[in-house]
């Protein structure tokens, strides 16, 4: 995308001239903040009234622009109460009715004799041709904006409309300082990038993303600019990558014979053996901490594929080189899950064992309560005495200095990495990273968002863990599916979750037929009134949410009905059914999220689908999920179908932020990735002045969004 060294065009919004305070607060409301910005919101279609024709020559059904003077405008008031705005306009070939309803601020502002441009589908009334238009302008302009031409279509908000936005941005391409505008932009990209790899200039791509000539023309827009967001990605990562490349960790490690044999007897002492998956990621992480450069790794794993077990073990190799290792999870309750797994893990074990602990605000689960009210001195000489200091990112979040800190674990947590880093290096540590994931995620979304990160992955389930089942379930079965759920509970003391898509009952027409946990919770306990049930939902307190999936875990509940908020949380081995309302309403990979709730233990489980939808493409769609257990596989096929931005929720997740690119543009991906390599080996960023602006100010707002 475009820089230029005229300060102008990165003006706050609010210098747009002719633009009311209401409508600035809905510009910034749409992260519009700059003119730049404002270049940046793009259209997601076209409304084609480019056939502009005289009156003489119309057809019924065409969509066409008709120019015109105003010679009559009448307002009427049909017999069912219809505001009509009726108007006749006249070019020199002859003259057409307009009609228009329920506005009637039409009447003051489209006089006789106003010559104005009208765009919309022709129909036949009675013997006569009317129209009505879609959309009008005054036509006595230098340009139509609004018709005669393929008119853009932008996302709005309730008082900001595509018009609007359209005037703005033409105001800035056509009469903003048009001069200034070309003679100040300069292309970013080396000019053997972009005729190579026919790209157009980038003063014609926003011309023409915006208010293209033709449809070809817009296409190849949106190739440029989309070229210029997934070229501006990978390159900033792998700058990212180069410069980490180029650092020295802090404290060394090295891996003598000891070493290994204390290793090779923690995995002999193991409750179970490795896979082969399992070894390879250790060999990775091995030969990566064993570097004076620091790990920067991106684990990706299944639920329950044995990736923690993997960081114990790099834990373990810290701990034997004299240094501690920092593990943190995004909630309190996956805090004291890796706690009392890592403990667990290090019990079987007859050789000599690290001290762990646990560091929470309100809980006390080790030896050790984190001290709220005590100087930041006491918390220092506390940690000082473990090797393995587990809890959440708040570990960092303040001042304190963690001098011996060889390794951080990061669990779940996409973005962790240039800002908190920074944090921890400024500490003089510049220790090892791992980041740990459970979220399926496509290889061409790791590879293009991760691209400062070594990907590694556990692509194998441990031996002897049961597929959960998982069915359909149509209407017809869903009273013999619950009977089916009462006997498992009375026989086995099994332990359920049911999802709902929603907390509260929407009052969207569309959205009337999909269940809210609240409601259902109520017809929940009629069904299954001999049980007990809980509900959990992303409006309680986190205090609040950690505590029932606490009690659910100690057999409190026997269901628990719930929001997708359970989608991460922690292991309950005694849950073995998942009931999932509106199915339709998931993505392939948050179900298969949803499904790792359960099967934990060593029990069969069974995930249910239900689903008021009987639209085929949506059955076709859960029944590749039924048919499928590998959540790679589902997030390709997500991706595949629904786009990046509906994978698991752009603000959910926060890392899908593309304004023009696809992520499922496979082409362009490989296209970029080359044209970045072809940089990288003949050209230095410095050379690139408009460049290095904008990768520096990518990677601010990149951490800033973190």
Known sequence: MFIMENEVINSPIEKLPNTSPLTIRRLK?????????????????????????????????????????????????????????????????????????????LMRLLKKGLSI???????????????????????????????????????????????????????????????????????????????????????????????????????????????????????????????????????????????????????????????RAQKRVWGEIRSDILKTTPMNRFLQGEVGSGKTVVAALACYLTYLNGYQSLLMAPTQILAQQHYHTITNLFKKSEIINPKITLITSSQKISSFQFPTSKPASSFQHLVSSFDIIIGTHALIAKKRSFEKVGLVIVDEQHRFGVAQRAALKNQGINPHLLTMTATPIPRTIALTLYGELDLSLIDEMPVGRLPVKTFFVSKSKRHACYQWIKSQLSSFKSQVFIVCPLIDESQSETMKSVKAAKKEFQTLKKIFSEFRLGLLHGQLKSKDKEQIMIDFKNHLFDILVTTPVVEVGVDIENATIMIIEGAERFGLAQLHQLRGRVGRGKKQSYCFLFTESEELKNRQRLDFFVKNQDGQRLAEKDLEIRGPGNIYGTKQHGYLNLKIASLTDFQLINKTRSAVDYFLSHYKTDQCKLLNQRIKNYQVNTVANN
Not at 51 to 67: D, F
Request: aromatic letters at 14%; one cysteine or more; glycine letters at 4%.
């Open 29 to 105: 409301f749409l992260e519009i903040k700059t003119y730049f910005d404002l270049l940046n919101y793009f259209p997601f279609r076209y409304e084609d009234y480019s056939l502009i024709s005289s009156i003489n020559r119309i057809q019924p059904a065409e969509t066409v622009t008709i120019k015109g003077k105003i010679t009559e405008a009448k307002f009427q008031i049909s017999k069912r109460g219809l505001r009509i705005q009726n108007f006749k306009i006249a070019d020199e070939t002859g003259m057409m009715q307009l009609i228009f309803y329920n506005q009637p601020y």
């Open 117 to 275: 441009s009208v765009a919309g589908e022709v129909k036949l009334f009675g013997q006569k041709m009317v129209m009505e238009p879609k959309i009008y302008e005054i036509a006595n302009r230098d340009h139509l904006i609004h018709t005669g031409r393929l008119v853009p279509v932008y996302p709005e908000i309730r008082g900001l409309s595509s018009r609007t936005i359209r005037e703005k941005i033409f105001y800035l391409l056509y009469h903003f300082d048009y001069d200034r505008i070309q003679s100040c932009l300069e292309e970013f990209l080396p000019s053997k990038i972009t005729i190579y790899n026919n790209l157009i200039d980038e003063l014609s791509a926003y011309q023409n993303i915006h208010f293209p000539k033709s449809k070809e023309l817009a296409q190849k827009a949106r190739e440029r600019l989309a070229f210029d967001e997934l070229f501006l990605i990978q390159l900033s990562s792998q700058l990212v990558k180069k410069e980490w490349k180029k650092e020295k960790v802090g404290n060394r490690f090295t891996a003598g014979s000891g070493h290994d044999r204390y290793l090779q007897d923690f995995v002999e002492n193991l409750p179970f053996k490795l896979t």
